[in-house]
T-cell receptor, first 113, second 115 residues
């Protein structure tokens, strides 16, 4: 049972434009959501997070939106840069269960210059 | 402040041998998590440890796998009698203590290949 889904395996965007990566979840107990970026042969790098009491969190070029009623979150990257090309993982956790992360399968983002 | 350290980065074992993967958390972090990534998949939780305690091992296979985080030294993930299906990237993450919501910071991973 896949509790966190990233339905787009890949996304291609022109440099300077907006990248929007989507994530859906099924477990309403999740109360914290994170986005990680991963380059080949490296570990995931934490990007941005949001708790379930908020609907938006912004950090520089990165903004995460949470729609609890739809069980959906998205990551916006504006403007996209070639160095953003990587695999992006959405992850969710619920604090009652010790913060273990449940990951989606990832979306490959390619930013073309 | 050094990040999460894992070694070895690459490990090759023959079927039936033992694999030991090591993880040193970030300074000041007392929570350690292990995840496994199979090809073309996301990361899957295996085990969550604090110093000398296993807090949650719900993702660990019932046999051949064990983990520890001793009072001194790194956390160790041990796989006995490895099989080809154990070939994967194993990532360790750490987080600071005593917060409700914790970002987890990942190491570079150990890529295990079982021949």
């Amino acid at each position: 049972d896949q509790q966190v889904k990233q339905n787009s395996p890949s996304l291609s965007v022109q440099e300077g434009r907006i990248s929007i990566l989507n994530c859906d979840y099924t477990n309403s107990m999740f109360d914290y959501f994170l986005w990680y970026k991963k380059y080949p042969a490296e570990g995931p790098t934490f990007l941005i997070s949001i708790s379930s009491i908020k609907d938006k969190n912004e950090d520089g070029r990165f903004t995460v939106f949470l729609n609890k009623s739809a069980k959906h979150l998205s990551l916006h990257i504006v403007p996209s840069q070639p160095g953003d090309s990587a695999v992006y993982f959405c992850a969710a956790s619920y604090s009652l269960y010790g913060n273990k992360l449940v990951f989606g399968a990832g979306t490959i983002l390619r930013v073309k210059s | 402040n050094a990040g999460v350290m894992q070694n070895p980065r690459h490990l090759v074992r023959r079927r039936g041998q033992e694999a030991r993967l090591r993880c040193s958390p970030m300074k000041g972090h007392s929570h350690v998590y292990w995840y496994r990534q199979l090809p073309e998949e996301g990361l899957k939780f295996m085990v969550y440890l604090q110093k000398e305690n296993i807090i949650d091992e719900s993702g660990m296979p019932k046999e051949r796998f064990s983990a520890e985080f001793p009072k001194e030294g790194p956390s160790i993930l041990r796989i006995q009698q490895v099989v080809r299906g154990d070939s994967a990237a194993y990532f360790c993450a750490s987080s600071p203590p005593s917060r409700v919501y914790n970002e987890q910071f990942f190491g570079p991973g150990t890529r295990l290949t079982v021949l």
